[in-house]
């Protein structure tokens, strides 16, 4: 399951119509793990359809498992069911009860049929999970837990079996009816109703089914695997209703982007596809991004349409990327999954590498390895210094929809790439060949992944597997020493204490290093380093004069570098190092270095200027070299983001380092307000299109505007109104909207007037409309929010509208952290009114709160009582309680 979404990371939600919440479950340890005392090899399920009222009949196939304790009763899970029918082979029982929500039955042999029939109210289902209706749709979410609220079941993802569907409904308002796998038969009732046949004959756990009913178009396409064997593909939208806009032209992308993951896939992994169809549902009302169930992948629909007039270069590699990632799930996921949640990173980190790893190919492998880092940044960094701290395979947990985290798939995916680094590309292939090739067919562990690895790949990862283990990003201090021609790198790591574990073991810290000669500008070669103790020195014999260390080459460890390397190091790194996330880094660390002494308040006036003259002339240097490319010129003029920059103090002040970061920028827009004028104009004469030239060229434009947004306010509004109604593309459009949003000029109402009337027929760019103002450097920006919380376009049913209004605004510090503290009573406004809607999209709020330890006292005094207020609500969902009880410590 893809979680991505602009702000933040999504999970599963509780069922929509459940009683009040019970109190909260035990605790689930990782260490108590026991498999389930019976199979299902076979799995029947019949649906009666309807909007308000499905029928659900299963027959499940019992067996004793000969690998678990022996036992006379099933416990089969469920949640908000009761149930009609009670059957043991064939026959109706009285030796059955309810514990809670789950079923117990007893079973006296060794292999049975149980037969179940339960009734659901789709439409009532505003959590999102089981079976829901969306649009006057039917669909399913069933990952981690949703299966349970459909028929009662072993809900775990160590029960695999093999799914038989039939579903019958309207016809009218059901013309398409899928299910995973293939589709074996259909037909007439001759009612009104019909009915089709879905058979998948890979085993699977029950979070990997899905049904989607509902009035529906499709892209169709075909492709053929290495094997010769031809797959039909399809991708299906809502038909378009009177007055309402066709997405079928908007999937186009999104089918080359699947048949471009396909060959991917087979090329780099040697993975094939394994069904007669490949099916994918787009839909309007999804908690997360997507979900790689078997053969028939439902997504979010920003994650699936895409043009040029709607959808910015952005959002066309985000629909790549998720596509991708859902795909890559057959194998990565689906063929093996996970013995149990405490796994989930098995399936995550590594799909979310695979993805990473193809989108690199198929664009800038620079750009998207800068972007992967900052994302990384600016989630997971957060997460790991904060009451929310967990491994990347956690011990425990209450409710595992909190652990569809940025560390369990972000994390998760650079600690798998750390093994392919010290591997090399070949060895690591050859590693998860011998995973795929054990493991086929069985739900497995995170230890059986690094396992193979190390017999695949001949690498020793008894230490390395301290990174499963601990939570924390690694802090690594640096020292570079010079005497005669040597040169001796000394570096020490500490793993800081996290909730629950105070104390850390060293773990294995690969680095790629580079030693520059300063006056040739060229360094001997790239070596890597492993940094496997607490302290380690490294020599290097050759240098008559100090190189110029660049460390951490592309980001070979997601950790903490604490380096005080001199300013004219840095200026060096960011203008001639060769490997462009070491030359992104030095301009990041010239930034973020500068800007802490100012707000720690440790610089006289001469020396700030000084230091933003040192930080211009980098710039400049960026801005006018020919070797370039604007993409990754694009980056190398981003400044750090105040979330990244709040991470480097113990304790941050949101209001100064707001202040402070945009006086740099004013600054250096004045400095180089002529070199920003020239770069836009020369960017505007790019022929448009797809291509990385268009792309660059759109991407410099918008950075040359932010920075004299802040410089020179009323030509950047001339601007960017002028780029506004030149575009042609939505990513210039939004850019210029962006900064407009942002001024006090007459344009931007002009401006946002006009796009919402324009684009008010499309739910996606609507929520961009929403998302740019919530996200605005205006100092009215906390007003604009309240105002738009009552527009009639806004849905709190909806987790696209509700994530793009209050995520965009609480990740924008200016606002959100308002010194009288209204930002925090807004948004713990919204979580307590959002929590019986949807339990699961409510508690993702509460991180932004739960950082108040690391905010100056009197805003975090603020936090924590908007925390308080929020665990006093009466009926507090377990998702939520658990996050706020996390959260206060």
């Not at 117990?104 to 009532?124: E, F, K, Q, S």
């Not at 040697?270 to 999804?286: C, K, M, Q």
């Not at 800068?370 to 491994?391: M, W």
Request: net charge negative.
């Amino acid at each position: 399951m893809d979680i991505r979404n602009p702000s933040a990371p999504d999970g599963n939600p509780e069922m929509a119509d459940a009683a009040v919440p019970p109190p909260a479950p035990a605790v689930i340890r990782r260490v108590d793990y026991q498999p389930f005392g019976w199979l299902v090899p076979r799995l029947e399920l019949d649906f009666q359809l309807g909007l308000t009222d499905t029928r659900v009949a299963a027959t499940l196939h019992v067996e004793r498992n000969p690998a678990a304790t022996p036992t006379g009763q099933i416990r089969l899970n469920g949640e908000g069911l009761a149930p009609l029918e009670v059957t043991v082979d064939g026959q109706p029982t009285s030796l059955w009860r309810m514990a809670g929500d789950d079923l117990v039955l007893d079973l006296p042999g060794t292999a049975h049929t149980i037969g179940l029939v339960t009734r659901i109210d789709p439409a009532a289902n505003t959590q999102l999970s089981g079976l829901y209706a969306s649009g006057g749709m039917l669909c399913t979410q069933c990952e981690a837990e949703g299966f349970r609220r459909i028929t009662f079941f072993p809900d775990r993802p160590d029960v695999l079996s093999i799914y038989s569907v039939r579903m019958s409904g309207d016809a009218d308002a059901f013309p398409v009816l899928l299910s995973n796998g293939n589709l074996t038969a259909r037909g007439d009732n001759g009612d009104g109703t019909h009915w089709a046949e879905w058979h998948d004959p890979w085993p699977k756990p029950s979070y990997l089914f899905a049904l989607v009913a509902g009035r529906l178009v499709a892209n169709r396409d075909t492709f053929t695997t290495r094997s010769g064997r031809k797959v039909d593909l399809a991708i299906y939208v809502r038909e378009a209703g009177a007055g309402e806009e066709d997405d079928l032209p908007r999937t186009a992308h999104a089918m080359a982007s699947l048949k471009r993951s396909m060959t991917w896939d087979e090329e780099q992994f040697g993975r094939e596809y394994d069904l007669d169809t490949f099916n994918i549902v787009a839909v309007s009302d999804f908690n997360a991004g997507a979900m790689e169930n078997k053969g028939l992948n439902v997504f979010n629909t920003k994650y699936v349409l895409a043009d040029e007039e709607t959808a910015t270069d952005g959002d066309f590699d985000a629909v790549e990327g998720v596509i991708a990632h859902e795909y890559f799930h057959n194998w990565s996921g689906n063929r093996v999954t996970c013995r149990d949640w405490f796994q989930l990173s098995l399936k995550e980190g590594f799909t979310v590498l695979r993805d990473q790893l193809f989108s690199q190919d198929m664009g800038s492998a620079p750009v998207k390895r800068i972007e992967d880092v900052r994302v990384l940044r600016g989630a997971q960094f957060p997460e790991d210094s904060g009451p929310l701290a967990h491994p990347i395979r956690p011990d425990e947990y209450r409710e595992i929809s909190n652990f569809y985290t940025a560390t369990v798939y972000n994390k998760g995916a650079e600690v798998i790439r750390m093994m392919r680094v010290m591997a090399g590309e070949e060895r690591f292939r050859a590693g998860c060949d011998l995973y795929f090739d054990r493991h086929d067919g069985e739900a497995a562990t995170c230890e059986d992944f690094v396992k193979a690895i190390e017999d695949g790949a001949g690498l020793d990862l008894n230490q390395f597997r301290l990174w499963y283990a601990q939570a924390g990003t690694p802090r690594v201090t640096v020292r570079l020493d010079h005497a005669g021609d040597v040169a001796t790198l000394h570096l020490a790591q500490v793993v800081p204490p996290t909730p629950g574990q105070p104390d850390k073991r060293p773990m294995p810290i690969p680095l790629k290093v580079a030693l520059f000669d300063r006056a040739s500008g060229i360094h001997a070669g790239e070596q890597l380093v492993v940094l496997d103790r607490a302290q380690q020195s490294f020599s290097f014999p050759g240098f008559a004069t100090r190189p110029v260390l660049s460390i951490n080459r592309g980001f070979t460890a997601p950790v903490s570098i604490e380096h005080a390397a001199p300013v004219e190091d840095l200026v060096f790194l960011a203008a001639r190092d060769d490997d462009p996330f070491a030359r992104y880094e030095a301009m990041q660390e010239l930034v973020v270095g500068h800007l802490k002494d100012v707000v720690d308040g440790k610089l006289s006036a001469s020396e700030r200027d000084a230091g933003r003259a040192a930080i211009a002339g980098a710039l400049a240097a960026v801005i006018a070299d020919p070797a370039l490319d604007d993409l990754m010129r694009g980056e190398l003029l981003i400044l750090p983001s105040q979330t990244y920059i709040a991470e480097q103090m113990l304790i941050a002040d949101p209001g100064t380092i707001h202040h402070e970061r945009q006086a740099l920028r004013g600054a250096l827009a004045r400095a180089l307000e002529g070199e920003f004028v020239a770069l836009h104009q020369r960017a505007s004469a790019v022929p448009g299109g797809l291509n990385a030239a268009a792309r660059g060229a759109r991407k410099v434009k918008t950075q040359a505007l932010v920075y004299l947004a802040e410089g020179n306010p009323d030509l950047a509004e001339q601007m960017a109104a002028a780029q506004y109604d030149a575009a042609d593309t939505m990513t210039d459009r939004q850019g210029a909207l962006m900064v407009l949003a942002g001024l006090k000029g007459p344009q931007r109402t002009h401006k946002l007037l006009d796009f919402y009337q324009r684009y008010r027929s499309n739910p996606l760019v609507v929520d961009k409309w929403f998302g740019l103002q919530a996200g605005s450097l205006h100092p009215h920006a906390i007003e604009h929010v309240k105002a738009l919380a009552t527009h009639p376009d806004f849905n709190l049913k909806n987790p696209n509208r509700v994530r793009s209004l209050y995520m965009v605004f609480a990740a924008n510090p200016a606002a959100f952290h308002a010194e009288d503290g209204e930002g925090y009573r807004m948004l713990a406004d919204l979580i307590i009114a959002l929590d019986p809607v949807n339990p699961q999209t409510a508690a993702r709020f509460v991180p932004p709160l739960g950082r108040w330890r690391r905010i100056e006292p009197r805003r975090a005094a603020l936090m924590r009582a908007e925390l308080e207020r929020i665990a006093a609500t009466p009926g507090l969902s377990r998702d939520t309680a658990e996050q706020v009880g996390r959260s206060l410590g």
